[in-house]
């Protein structure tokens, strides 16, 4: 059984960091790139960040870029996405996922991943 676990939300203030985890099992995720995903509410689920198997290429949407770093380490199986210079706008739950084919090259599509974690809240105050 696959599953995949965020932590490391909470509550911040504008210009504050936060480092975001996610803990995998049931997969050899060293094969798979990882995704983070973000939702408002009211908005549907948008992609922020990936970083592939190896940890080599990573990817990011434009209105997290500068400030936000996903990394990996697989020998623990565990996905980080290194939060900083956080604003308001950046209030959402956040999601990491894991892709659905193996050495998937920059997946960015929610239909391109296939397990999700239950997403951890981040809430930032101006």
């Known amino acids: 059984q696959v599953q995949l676990v965020e932590s490391g939300g909470g509550l911040a203030q504008a210009g504050d960091s936060l480092r975001l985890s996610c803990a995998g099992s049931?997969?050899?995720?060293?094969?798979?790139?990882m995704g983070w995903f973000r939702q408002a509410p009211g908005k549907e689920r948008e992609f922020v960040a990936s970083?592939?198997?190896?940890?080599?290429?990573?990817a990011y949407a434009d209105f997290v870029k500068g400030r936000f770093t996903i990394s990996r380490v697989n020998a623990k199986n565990t996905v980080y996405l290194q939060m900083t210079t956080l604003k308001p706008e950046d209030t959402a739950a956040y999601y990491c996922?894991?892709?659905?084919?193996?050495?998937?090259?920059?997946?960015?599509?929610?239909?391109?991943?296939?397990?999700w974690g239950q997403g951890t809240q981040v809430t930032v105050s101006s």
């Open positions: 996922a894991s892709a659905k084919q193996m050495y998937q090259h920059y997946p960015r599509e929610q239909y391109e991943y296939d397990y």
């Open positions: 049931g997969r050899t995720f060293s094969s798979y790139t």
């Open positions: 970083i592939s198997w190896n940890g080599v290429n990573t």
